[in-house]
Every structure is written in C-alpha cells, then in structure tokens.
C-alpha cells in the first residue's frame, strides 16, 4: 500500500489512507485530509502510510481530477442501465476519448470513471430516478443517486483497496492523460441524459420572450396547444427507449444502433438535445414553439412568432411594447396578477444566494496580461479573464497595431514580449474579428499578429480564429460575436477592432446601454478577457459618444493611442488601470523592414 501510494505521489497525484471498506465506516479516511488538496509532500505520504490499521486508499480528486461516480446498486435493473450508459458514452464521446478514460470497479459492484481535465467543479449530481415505495425511510427521502462527480473537495477509493480493481491492469492513473474541455463537458451531459427526476430541465429551458401584462402570447397559446414530440418526429427523430419521464430520441440520419441525439420529458414538455450535429444548440431544453422555430425558421424566434400571430395563435396586440417598460408598469402596478407575471422567482432566488459571506475568501487574481514599464522596469499586470480592456485612438493612430500586439503577446503564451506586453492565453481560444479593413490590409494585419507571435511560417494556430466582417450589416455583425464565442468555446481573448460597428448608434444612451450589457453578460459568462477598439471623436478627442462612456466605465484599462505631429510614431498612454498605477506611456512605430517597435 505504501509503495502504491509512494509511486502514485510521484506522478503528480494526492493519496490519504483509509479505513477498511468492507467494515462499518470503512470508506472513512483516517487522517485530516482537506489540507493536503493544496500541497502534499512525499514525506506527509510516508508519514500517513506508515499509521496502523489502514484498509485502504483514496485519490483525492479536484486539481485536475475528476471521477464520475457510477452507483449502480440504486439502478433498478444494474446491468441494463450500465451497458446503455457506456454504449451511450462511447457513441457520443468517440473511441480514442473512450479508451483514454481509467475504470475502476468498487466494492458495491459500481465503477468510477476517472480522466484528467481543466475544468475545476465541486461535486455535482448528475442523474437521479425517483426512490420507491419500499425503499423510502422516511417522507424526505425521494431519490436515488445513479451518476455524480467528484470533483473539487473530493475523494474516491481506488486499488489496491480490498474491493477495488482496474477494469483493463494495462492502464494505471500515473499514465492518465487530459481529455479536453469539449470532450469532458461530453461526458457531463450523457451523463444527465440518464437523469429520470427532471432536475436537468429546471434550469436549462431558455425563454427567447419575456411575457408580462395579462395577456397570452403568441407563444404562450401555442406551446399549450402543442409539444415538442410532434415536430421532431416528423422531422425524423426516431424513438428509442424510455427512462422515467423522459423519452430518448435518435437523430435524423442515425440508426436505432447508433446512440441518442436528445430526449423529451413528458412532464415538463421539453426536449433536451444533446448532440451538436443538428440545428439546435447541444445542452439545452427547448419547448414547442422553439422547436417549431428551429425546425421551420432556423431559430429564429421573431419570424416564427411572426407566422403564427398570423395563424390567430395569442391575443390580438394593438403594438409591440419594449419589454423594459412593460415589466417597469408591471411591478409598479397595483395589480397583484400583473405584478406576479411580470417577475421571475426563480431567477431572483439565484441573484439572492449570491448574498456577501466574508467566510468565502475569493481566490486570488490571475493575471494573464502584464506590461513592462518604461522608467521602473517593473512588471505590471493588466488583467486577467473575464476583464476588459479598451484602447481607443484616432483614424490611423496604430490603435489597430497595439491591440494586435497585445494579441500576439497572448497568442505566444509568454514566449515573446511584444511592445512591453507579455501575456499567457494558457492554451484557450483567441477570436479577432476585424470590422473595417479591406481585404488586404486585414491579412497584412493579422500576418503580423502571427510574425509577433513566433508562429511557425504557413502554420494557422488551432486556437486563433480570426474574421473579418467588413462586408456584412451592423446586425449580422452583432449577432456573429454571440455566435463565434458558443461555437468556438473556451474563448479566452475577443479582440473586436471596430466595436462601433456593432452599434447602430453610439450617440444613443439606452442602445449603447443595452450593447454593452449584452457584451458584459456574454463575456462574463465565457470568462473572455474582451478588448474593444474605438475611435475617438474628433470634436472633443474623447472615446465617441455614449458608447464610449459606457466602454470606459466598465473597462479595467484604457489604452489611449496618439500619432505623433510628423506622423512616424505613435504614442500609447493609460489612461487607467483600476487599482494600479499606471505605467509610464511609451513610443511606438514601424521600423524600415515594416516592424512594429519600441522607440526611445
């Protein structure tokens, strides 16, 4: 046990010795454990193995560890739901992820599926059926776990505990390699679909139109008079088992054989897709009228209301009224009905958990951008993901030329400091969406984020995206920045040169408001360290108009980039960095072979 343990502490993983799992309490560890989550050393491995009585050994999960918990003596029928998990996991994940996964099977004659991962959760249920009759204790106990995690502040017994063997000897968790986040959030969601409780469907099912007032809706009529089930099988979704309320489907084009692409829930009147190979967005529910709009009008939910608000779906509405001010009447109404439709509980109960609690320490800030100050030569970090960072300047000040160079400094990861900029992307996506350039200045552009960023000649970077959008309509651009990110994923950098552009008016108090909330809820919710280019205006010098004030307010820096008065350099100033001092400004340009440097 201790040479395991030893051997194990070795490749980089934390083990803490247990009691004997065959007697009462024996999963029980048999030391304080929590400290060694953190940091643990060979010596506290000797010391801790070297106790008597120990029974067993447990890996602590978190730090990059994170085990899926089969418990199948709460399945009704063991055998039958353990094969179509894993038939269902290895269709949907693939074979080369699949085998990559370790197996460990328990004492209790369940498994432990065990990968490495970047994604750091706590533990979490995942799957749940409803307890019977005779299996109840008592009026609380109304369900059985079937599939959970152990994540972060967890920990599994694993061999040589008595009880615990490798399903293939040939695999060993010092060989584990990582899976990806895309394939991890995979395993997540098979793993929900076998949930026979509903919990996966009370906080994924989206709501394209917030309804207030007393009257009923287009959508509201229609999702009563419809289900979701009639459109997708006409569309040939083919039905292939039932689990509790929830009827698994088959998408088009696969055969019964083949795995599952979602599955629709009696109860709720729902249907939760989970693959990716449709036209409908993995890992969420969808009523009736969202699966009509997807399936009739691409998901577009205005066109769809549209169409049936002409087939006298709803309440005739002399106007459209602006959802803002209609929920404002609302709850100041002294109508209690009024005032009931117009609110969401559900969603308030979410926003009133987040209450202070000076016991929960926040972590500490990472930064992944930083700049060398000209006079000290200290190194200053800028801001990390989720922060913003504006850099404003006139018409062909090289404000385009610094965001590339910030970009590059990222892209690098570390390698390469680019005009005082040094950053890591730490190995996430960077989008750059250009908004202005002709075609090849915008290839010129992005040649030099690659040539800053040591890339390989010919080489595209698999995490670099880049586009540009000169030729589409202000609202197509919008729309392609939501779109970009939740296609691409784990988008750590959005660089958008040109961000009026997005904006039908910057002049415009609520339009720029309501921009640049969107923009904060979508880059908070991606963790997106976001990077807006902007013109100044020419009048005042300042960032243009109401969009401008709304861009500085919720920035973590502004970069002000000027051109000299003979027009060979340009000069970067911060004009902030929040609770920082800000570096000294410093000289740019491009020297006689077209490079962009520093200069004295």
Not at 195 to 202: K, P, Q, S
Not at 256 to 283: A, H, I, M, W
Not at 543 to 558: C, D, F, P, Q, Y
Request: neutral net charge; proline residues 3%.
């Amino acid at each position: 046990m201790k040479k395991e343990a030893l051997r194990l502490h070795r490749s980089g993983l934390k083990v803490i010795p247990t009691n004997d799992p065959t007697k009462p309490d024996g999963k029980k560890p048999l030391c304080r454990w929590k400290q060694y989550q953190d940091k643990q050393t060979e010596q506290d491995v000797k010391k801790l193995f070297d106790m008597s009585g120990i029974g067993g050994m447990a890996l602590l999960t978190g730090k990059g560890i994170e085990v899926i918990d089969v418990d199948l003596k709460y399945a009704i029928n063991p055998d039958e739901f353990f094969t179509k998990f894993m038939d269902e996991l290895l269709d949907n994940i693939g074979l080369e992820t699949y085998q990559k996964l370790i197996l460990s099977k328990t004492i209790s004659g369940g498994y432990h599926i065990i990968y490495k991962t970047n994604i750091a959760e706590g533990n979490q249920k995942l799957a749940s059926r409803a307890t019977l009759d005779s299996e109840k204790k008592n009026d609380h106990d109304k369900t059985r776990v079937l599939l959970e995690t152990r994540g972060v502040g967890g920990y599994i017994l694993i061999p040589p505990t008595i009880g615990y063997q490798y399903d293939n000897n040939k695999q060993t968790l010092t060989e584990m390699p990582n899976i990806s986040d895309w394939e991890r959030n995979k395993i997540i969601s098979v793993c929900k679909f076998f949930d026979e409780t509903n919990e996966i469907y009370t906080n994924t099912s989206p709501t394209p139109i917030e309804v207030v007032g007393s009257h009923k809706t287009t959508i509201e009529a229609f999702n009563e008079s419809h289900t979701p089930r009639e459109f997708i099988e006409t569309a040939g979704w083919q039905f292939k088992y039932k689990i509790g309320d929830n009827l698994h489907f088959v998408r088009p084009g696969k055969t019964l054989r083949e795995g599952q692409g979602g599955c629709y829930n009696q109860d709720k009147k729902l249907f939760y897709v989970f693959t990716s190979s449709t036209g409908f967005e993995p890992g969420r529910a969808y009523n009736a009228f969202q699966v009509y709009s997807y399936l009739n009008h691409g998901g577009d939910y205005k066109k769809a209301a549209k169409v049936l608000y002409n087939l006298d779906y709803g309440d005739r509405l002399s106007k459209n009224r602006d959802s803002y001010n209609d929920k404002l009447a609302a709850l100041t109404s002294t109508n209690n009905a009024q005032k009931s439709k117009a609110s969401n509980e559900d969603r308030m109960n979410e926003i009133f958990k987040k209450r202070f609690d000076i016991n929960q320490v926040p972590k500490d800030i990472e930064y992944v951008l930083f700049i060398k100050d000209k006079t000290t030569e200290e190194i200053i970090p800028i801001a990390s993901f989720g922060d913003w960072i504006t850099v404003v300047g006139a018409a062909k000040s090289r404000k385009s030329a610094l965001s590339n160079s910030i970009a590059a400094s990222l892209l690098s990861e570390g390698l390469k400091t680019v005009l005082s900029f040094s950053g890591v992307l730490q190995g996430r996506n960077m989008i750059v969406i250009d908004t202005e350039q002709n075609e090849n200045d915008y290839w010129a552009s992005q040649k030099q984020i690659y040539k800053q960023a040591a890339v390989s000649a010919g080489i595209n970077p698999e995490n670099f995206y880049s586009f540009c959008l000169t030729d589409c309509r202000i609202s197509e651009r919008l729309e392609f920045v939501e779109y970009v990110m939740n296609r691409v994923g784990d988008v750590g950098v959005l660089v958008l040169d040109g961000i009026v552009d997005i904006c039908e008016d910057y002049n415009d108090q609520k339009g720029s408001r309501r921009l640049i909330d969107h923009l904060k809820v979508l880059t908070a919710k991606h963790k997106t360290l976001f990077m807006p280019v902007l013109h100044n205006a020419r009048s005042t010098g300042s960032a243009r108009g109401h969009l401008g004030t709304e861009l500085i307010n919720k920035s973590k820096a502004v970069i002000k980039v000027s051109k000299d008065t003979d027009q060979n350099h340009s000069n970067a100033e911060f004009e902030y960095i929040r609770g920082r001092q800000e570096p000294a400004d410093f000289d740019f340009g491009h020297d006689t072979n077209g490079n962009l440097v520093l200069l004295d």
